[in-house]
C-alpha cells in the first residue's frame, strides 16, 4: 500500500499557520495529511503590541520592542528541519512554501536534502543567483508597488530590529495598495479577513548570498514550482525567471511547474484548486 507523504506547510511573511486552515481542511477531504509550521515568532509566538489594539496608540506603536526582534533565518530553518524530523518517521514529506517562506525552504533544501522528498514554491522566493534583496533591485519588481507596505510600516525598522506594519489602518490609501498588490481579485470582507490573520511583526533576515539554491545539496531534491497568474507581489515575470535560474542551475533537475489563476493570496483563500493540484503531485 502507497505511504502518501505529508504535505509540511511553511507561511509567509506577517503570516502564520492559521492562514493554511482552509487549504489543509481541502487536502484533508481529499485524504492527505498536513501540517502547517509557525516559524519562530509567528503564531502564538507572535507580539501583539497593546498600542495595535482600538483604540491604537501609532507613537508608541513606533517604539514597543518585540519579541521577533533577534529571530534570524537560521532560527527558521532549525524550526522546520525539526518539524521535518519528526514527519519523516510517517513516511515521504513534501515542503510547501509560499512568498517569503521560499526563502526558508530553499535553506532547508541547501541544509538537510534528505529530509525533503519534494520542494513546492507557490508564487515563492527561490532565490538561486541573487538574494531576495538583489531581485528587488531587477526590472522584474518594477512594477511592484513600494507603498504597499511602505504606507501601513510604524516606527523604524533599524531601531525596532524589527519590520511592524499596520495590518489594522483605516487609511484607504494603505488598504488600496495593499489589497491591489496581493489581494485584488478578493472581495472587500475577504481582504480584510486575511489582513487580520496577519501579525504585525516580522524579522528583518530575509538570508545573504550564502542562502542561495545550492546544487550539490537543494540540486537533487525534486522541485515544482506553482506559478500565481495574477500575482503582483511576486510578478510572473520573476517567478519565470527565478524558474529559468533554478533549471540552468540544475538542468538534469528542473522545475516542474504549474499555474494557478489569481492573485498572491487567492490560492489560500480559495484553497480548492491548489489542494487538488498538490495532491496531484503525489498521487499522479
Request: proline share 7%.
Amino acid at each position: 500500500m502507497q505511504t502518501l507523504p505529508t504535505f509540511v506547510l511553511v507561511h509567509g511573511a506577517f503570516a502564520n499557520s492559521f492562514s493554511f486552515a482552509p487549504l489543509q481542511a481541502e487536502l484533508g477531504l481529499l485524504g492527505h495529511r498536513s501540517v502547517a509550521v509557525d516559524l519562530p515568532g509567528h503564531g502564538f509566538e507572535a507580539t501583539f503590541p497593546a498600542a495595535y489594539q482600538a483604540p491604537q496608540d501609532l507613537d508608541a506603536l513606533a517604539t514597543e520592542p518585540g519579541g521577533i526582534k533577534d529571530v534570524t533565518l537560521a532560527d527558521a530553518v532549525a524550526r522546520v528541519i525539526a518539524v521535518l524530523e519528526r514527519a519523516q518517521r510517517n513516511g515521504p514529506t513534501v515542503l510547501v512554501g509560499h512568498s517569503r517562506g521560499g526563502i526558508t525552504l530553499t535553506a532547508v533544501g541547501n541544509a538537510r536534502p534528505d529530509l525533503v522528498d519534494r520542494l513546492v514554491y507557490v508564487s515563492a522566493w527561490c532565490p538561486v543567483d541573487l538574494d531576495v534583496a538583489g531581485y528587488y533591485a531587477e526590472p522584474e519588481m518594477a512594477d511592484v508597488d513600494p507603498a504597499a507596505l511602505a504606507t501601513a510600516l510604524v516606527g523604524n525598522p533599524a531601531e525596532l530590529g524589527l519590520l511592524r506594519t499596520n495590518f489594522r489602518t483605516a487609511d484607504p490609501t494603505a488598504l488600496a495598495s495593499l489589497r491591489q498588490t496581493v489581494g485584488a481579485d478578493l472581495t472587500d470582507d475577504e481582504f480584510r479577513t486575511f489582513l487580520n490573520t496577519f501579525q504585525p511583526d516580522d524579522n528583518l533576515d530575509a538570508g545573504t548570498i550564502a542562502d542561495c539554491a545550492q546544487e550539490a545539496t537543494w540540486g537533487r531534491i525534486p522541485k515544482t514550482y506553482v506559478r500565481l497568474a495574477e500575482d503582483l507581489a511576486i510578478p510572473l515575470d520573476m517567478q519565470d525567471r527565478m524558474i529559468r535560474e533554478g533549471d540552468a542551475l540544475t538542468p538534469g533537475n528542473p522545475f516542474d511547474v504549474h499555474t494557478l489563476q489569481g492573485s498572491h493570496l487567492r490560492w489560500l483563500v480559495h484553497p480548492e484548486p491548489a489542494a487538488e493540484l498538490l495532491g496531484s503531485l503525489v498521487t499522479g
